[in-house]
T-cell receptor
């Protein structure tokens, strides 16, 4: 257990439905990341937060995707009008994020596996 | 795009040292090399990172060539639980990790 918690672990949804995932990072970690991973590939960066500020978004993050970290603690990732191509593992990670390279070790959650049918 | 090249898969006998190579010929002077691994159905796990000096911790050793264009992760006494996908990653200027497809390491009894 890395201390990063993701819920739910699995989600099956029908195409066109909205889904929301939650990530609870390690409590003292300022930086929080979202990644997407498909079978046989490494994680693909989606977005990250420094405290409550969303500092970077990948071009992979279409307008159907939105992420929030309202109080700089937990984060949610919402996908609207899901498509079959959204089926993937969604990973959350956190790090101290003080700006020093020594603090960039990221701790990952177990992920949420989304299946869109 | 990932800045590293790794073999797709490797085998190693249990109890032997597993040596995982990685090429990063375009690495720049201030970019670090990170290694993570991912055991099936789990999130990635940090192993080690380095800039230009060799590094060792309780999990592994990282050997970086003098020109920094390649590195080797060494698991000194591989066990069956070390079977995983191992990712060699070079950070970008924002310290973001850019992931490739990794090496699938299979430890055989």
């Amino acid at each position: 257990d890395t201390g990063v918690s993701q819920n739910p672990r699995h989600k099956i949804t029908k195409r066109g439905q909205n889904v929301t995932f939650r990530c609870d990072p390690i409590s003292e970690h300022n930086r929080l990341y979202w990644y997407r991973q498909t079978l046989g590939q490494g994680p693909e960066f989606l977005t990250y937060f420094q405290n409550e500020a969303q500092l970077e978004k990948s071009r992979l993050l279409s307008d159907r995707f939105s992420a929030e970290r309202p109080k700089g603690s937990f984060s949610t990732l919402e996908i609207q009008r899901t498509e079959q191509g959204d089926s993937a593992m969604y990973l959350c990670a956190s790090s101290l994020g003080t700006g020093s390279i020594r603090d960039t070790e990221a701790f990952f959650g177990q992920g949420t596996r989304l299946t869109v049918v | 795009d990932a800045k590293t090249t790794q073999p797709t898969s490797m085998d190693c006998a249990e109890g032997r040292a597993a040596n995982l190579p990685c090429n990063h010929s375009t690495i720049s002077g201030n970019e670090y090399v990170y290694w993570y691994r991912q055991i099936h159905s789990q999130g990635p796990q940090y192993i080690i990172h380095g800039l230009k000096n060799n590094e060792t911790n309780e999990m592994a050793s990282l050997i970086i060539t003098e020109d920094r264009k390649s590195s080797t992760l060494i698991l000194p006494h591989a066990t069956l639980r070390d079977t995983a996908v191992y990712y060699c990653i070079v950070t970008d200027s924002n310290y973001q990790l850019i992931w490739g497809a990794g090496t699938k390491l299979i430890i055989k009894p």
